[in-house]
């Protein structure tokens, strides 16, 4: 009669060997031998310690870095590297431009050599995914979607998406980019009236509700009228998730339930139901519905492109992404140009010497914008200043090799694009300077190397809505600098912060007057 419970005792016990052993090989042993890897290739960088990795060296060296805020109306320095991630910095003065190092149990390989960065971003392989750490850590904002997936998932949820960002389908949107154009330019024009044609004003706010309004037409068939509770609850997730960057990769600290974390479940509860009302307001229409990026989700599903196991993960997960990626990325780096010409006046006459000459009086479209040199030239520098995606991060997926480096399955890469951005190097003396002029002869004469450029991303993974944001920024930038004029606010003082994406510390405030 003891047979029984001895055998189950047995099995118990043979179970939790076995899980900790696993959970030992995980936490401690695989990390080790990835580590080992590189160092046999001449590839060094801080000790870890178990469990937490390098997250207690990282927290000292950023408790005694600050980064300065110049009186206002003060220079601009876009040397930020230093102060947002200064262990990046200090690793690299020790080891050179290739280390590794570990964010918790997490190996990550940062790569700020241009010719290995180069490597990496000419590989096709999709077998340099997205990191399931990071996965895991921002689901609350991307889930699996396209933005954050994998391998196969990835693969079906591109297919899917990518045509509704093809020129073609671009280029019918226009119009209805200038439409929601108009209500920011009428406020705007409203409040300069009102106080004698100048205003000291905080362009972010309107900026922010152009783009959504934007995206939420575009994508949704909506306004942002409709869409403003999800975006308002984006932006409130975002500031909390940028909270938690410092933790990640120390296992299962995403589900103890301290303020940042709980506030990131209400919150995205709250964005999945705001989504599903949508998706269910829409699948209760009577009436023929036009076919936009939604309607596109959802018929993926139907016709059983997608499986019905990832349907409701695979509609939410994308919406979010859509509406997160599609409006923040294009206000910021509105902001960061208007900004970067308040400061640059010769370059903002120029430019619009540009739109008088180009549109003379005409509505603006995309075949119009693509005309615009000195407007793309302006884009593209604040973009390699300002890039809104600081790193790219790929985990590899199997062994491989990148140059003469062999890749073990498992390691997280890091390309930290400010690095090749302005390495001056690459980009000559100035590289830290605006100087618009560098691309002149576009992106392949603007540097030593043009694949250094990459603020949309690289390789398969490249920014899906690339095209839609270099037409939305030439068509909100030449109706705005035709109508308003900008100058350096007394009250602006520059600095920069890393909350998912580049962005300013503050606010944005100019004077903006009225032409």
């Known amino acids: 009669m003891e047979f029984y419970p001895k055998m189950w ?65 003060g220079r601009l320095s876009h040397d930020y590297s230093q102060y947002l991630f200064p262990h990046l910095e200090e690793w690299k003065k020790i080891y050179g431009p290739v280390f590794t190092f570990s964010t918790g149990v997490v190996p990550v390989l940062h790569i700020a050599d241009s010719e290995l960065a180069k ?22 904002m991307l889930g699996n979607g396209v933005m954050a997936s994998s391998g196969d998932i990835w693969v079906k949820q591109r297919k899917s998406i990518a045509p509704e960002f093809f020129m073609d389908k671009i280029k019918g949107m226009t ?24 205003v000291d004003m905080n362009v972010d706010p309107d900026l922010r509700a152009y783009t959504a309004d934007v995206i939420s037409k575009a994508c949704f068939g909506s306004s942002f009228g409709e869409g403003k509770e999800i975006f308002s609850q984006l932006k409130t997730l975002q500031i909390a998730l940028s909270k938690q960057t410092g933790d990640i990769g120390i296992p299962g600290l995403r589900y103890i339930p301290k303020k ?15 989504i599903i009302k949508v998706i269910k307001e829409r699948e209760n229409r009577k009436e023929a519905v036009a076919r936009d990026l939604l309607q596109v989700i959802l018929n993926s599903v139907r016709d059983g492109y997608i499986s019905k196991r990832m349907a409701r993960s695979f509609i939410i997960d994308n919406c979010k992404t859509v509406y997160f990626a599609g409006h923040e990325t294009s206000a910021t780096t509105v902001a960061w140009v208007l900004l970067l010409l308040a400061k640059h006046p010769k370059w903002q006459e120029r430019v619009r010497a540009e739109i008088q ?21 302006i884009i593209h520098e604040t973009m390699r200043l300002y890039p ?38 690459l980009w000559g003396p100035d590289a830290q300077e605006f100087n618009p002029e560098r691309f002149a002869n576009g992106v392949s004469g603007a540097c030593e190397l043009p694949l250094a450029y990459i603020p949309f991303g690289v390789g398969p993974r490249i920014c899906l809505g690339q095209h839609f944001a270099m037409v939305q920024l030439k068509i909100v930038l030449s109706v705005i600098l035709s109508k308003f004029a900008f100058f350096p606010s007394p009250t602006y003082r520059h600095a920069v912060a890393y909350r998912l994406v580049l962005g300013p510390e503050d606010t944005v405030n100019l004077i903006v007057k009225r032409i």
């Open 9 to 73: 005792l047995s099995f118990l016990l043979m179970g939790i060997c076995t899980l900790f052993l696993f959970l030992y090989d995980e936490l401690r042993l695989k990390p080790q031998r990835i580590r080992r890897k590189l160092e046999k290739q001449g590839i060094y960088g801080p000790r870890p310690s178990f469990f937490l990795g390098n997250i207690p060296e990282v927290r000292k060296i950023q408790a005694k870095t600050v980064q300065p805020r110049p009186e206002p109306g």
């Open 119 to 140: 490597d990496l971003i000419l590989m096709k392989t999709i077998d340099l995914g997205k990191s399931p750490y990071l996965r895991k850590n921002r689901g609350a």
């Open 175 to 198: 119009g209805m980019m200038l439409e929601s154009l108009e209500t920011l330019t009428d406020n705007w024009e409203k409040r300069l009236d009102s106080a004698g044609g100048v």
């Open 260 to 274: 940042s974390n709980r506030e990131a479940w209400r919150l995205d509860k709250e964005i999945r139901l705001s």
């Open 357 to 377: 000459e180009v549109f003379n009086g005409r509505a603006s479209d995309a075949d119009m914008t693509s005309k615009m040199k000195v407007l793309t030239m």
């Open 388 to 425: 809104v995606a600081l790193l790219i991060q790929r985990e590899a997926r199997r062994d491989m090799k990148i140059g003469d480096l062999d890749i073990p399955k498992g390691l997280n890469i890091w390309i930290p694009t400010m690095e090749l951005h302005q390495n001056p190097k």
